[in-house]
């Protein structure tokens, strides 16, 4: 299993910006396909955004198509989830996750479940004036 690192997160106010980024401590993720997912309070988790561990494949779930980029930088052994448009219904708590290994370079995006490995801790996004 990877060590993911989640960070960027904190508290912005409604059309404001943030970038999160997710990495790995030890391993590289540059194999990896990369999942953003979410959970807001009170809220089952969501699919946010994923990315293919080549980064030719990306997917988006509907409440952030237009407003949200994911990006990968094999250099920094990063994915980052650009952030823009925020809205209040926005806010959670922010994982990246990795694909089970034997599709570990796929683009997942589902809510959870058995199709993820890895796991990171989370980060918290909190949109509100």
């Known amino acids: 299993q990877l060590q993911l690192v989640e960070s960027g997160g904190g508290l912005v106010q409604p059309g404001g910006s943030l970038r999160l980024s997710c990495a790995t401590s030890?391993?590289?993720?540059?194999?990896?396909?990369v999942a953003w997912l979410r959970q807001a309070p009170g809220k089952e988790r969501e699919g946010v955004s994923c990315?293919?561990?080549?980064?030719?494949?990306?997917n988006y779930a509907d409440s952030v198509k237009g407003r949200f980029t994911i990006s990968r930088d094999n250099a920094d052994h990063a994915v980052y989830l650009q952030m823009t448009s925020l809205t209040p219904e926005d806010t959670g708590i922010y994982y990246c996750?990795?694909?089970?290994?034997?599709?570990?370079?796929?683009?997942?995006?589902?809510?959870?479940?058995?199709?993820?490995?890895?796991w990171g801790q989370g980060t918290r996004v909190t949109v509100s004036s």
């Open positions: 990315i293919s561990s080549s980064g030719s494949s990306a």
């Open positions: 996750a990795t694909p089970q290994p034997h599709i570990r370079g796929a683009c997942i995006l589902a809510n959870g479940g058995s199709a993820f490995g890895s």
């Open positions: 030890g391993s590289s993720l540059d194999d990896y396909g």
